[in-house]
């Protein structure tokens, strides 16, 4: 019988070491690089406090880790959790000189913290690469403390026809131009489908909200190319 949560996870870790050297310029490349302005906008809508712990599940090379800090003066205490060793390897060598920010090699279905130990868990282009993402929603409420608040940037469904079919018409060039940046359309392919298959806004909403979040929102970014989906832990 397959594992079809094990072959996802091995996929995925596949594809990530075939773009983690790349990994920034590809995000740049599927988002025409407004990815940027997207996590300054998670962030703002976060709005850290110096005294705050910030969980970043798949955290990549750290890019909403750095913004977090900076928002707070390099104050606040970031945890970085990134699944792919060699992605690990460049977010901690990106952000070598951060002294508030430390970096786990984990999955998100499977968290090494203690019950309560966050005010913030932030996950950024990475929930719809988990293998289980109900373990995954699970564990981010284990870990938040009472009162701590889920956060999500993701691509989703766009709202506009006629930006959807640009949208569309875009991304089937994306795994050519991976392919030349690269050297593999294979990492392309999948995030494109990735993308595909994901859940719409109110789907997803659901999905959070059955996993004991509550009052449970989200804000479009750019007519739904992407969105923030935020639900907090209420007991």
Request: with cysteine; net charge positive.
């Amino acid at each position: 019988m397959i594992n079809h949560k094990l072959t996802k996870s091995r996929m995925v870790n596949k594809v990530f070491d075939g773009v983690y050297n790349k990994y920034d310029l590809m995000n740049d490349i599927m988002s025409l690089g407004t990815h940027r302005l997207w996590k300054k906008t998670l962030v703002s809508w976060i709005n850290p406090r110096s005294q705050n712990k910030i969980l970043d599940v798949a955290a990549g090379t750290g890019d909403i880790a750095k913004i977090c800090s900076k928002y707070t003066n390099n104050r606040c205490k970031i945890t970085c959790v990134e699944p792919n060793q060699k992605m690990l390897g460049v977010g901690r060598k990106k952000l070598f000189n951060y002294t508030n920010i430390e970096w786990i090699l984990a999955p998100a279905e499977k968290l090494p913290f203690k019950n309560d130990t966050f005010d913030f868990y932030v996950i950024s282009f990475g929930i719809r690469n988990v293998s289980d993402i109900n373990k995954s929603l699970s564990e981010a409420y284990r870990v938040l403390k009472n009162g701590g608040r889920f956060f999500c940037l993701e691509f989703s469904k766009v709202e506009n026809e006629i930006l959807n079919q640009l949208y569309k018409n875009y991304s089937k060039l994306i795994p050519g131009i991976g392919k030349y940046i690269v050297g593999d359309k294979m990492p392309y392919n999948y995030l494109i489908e990735s993308i595909e298959k994901f859940y719409g806004q109110d789907e997803f909403s659901e999905i959070i909200s059955k996993n004991k979040f509550s009052k449970v929102t989200y804000r479009n970014l750019n007519n739904g190319v992407a969105s923030i989906h935020s639900g907090w832990k209420i007991e």
